[in-house]
């Protein structure tokens, strides 16, 4: 399964799997915008205070 890399604000990297990280709608397009639809990238992929207060705000 591929997987992703994500940067937290905090600096910590986590590698999930890119199915479970298209679950989030903002992620998806994230990805969808960088090219990585089905694959994974070396680079890890920054997540926002954007990002993480369309979460909250659900």
Do not use: Y
């Amino acid at each position: 399964i591929p997987s992703i890399k994500l940067l937290s604000s905090d600096g910590e990297i986590f590698e999930v799997d890119v199915e479970i990280a298209k679950q989030s709608v903002t992620l998806k397009i994230m990805l969808e915008d960088l090219g990585m639809n089905d694959e994974g990238d070396n680079d890890p992929v920054p997540l926002t205070k954007e990002l993480h207060a369309s979460r909250k705000s659900r």
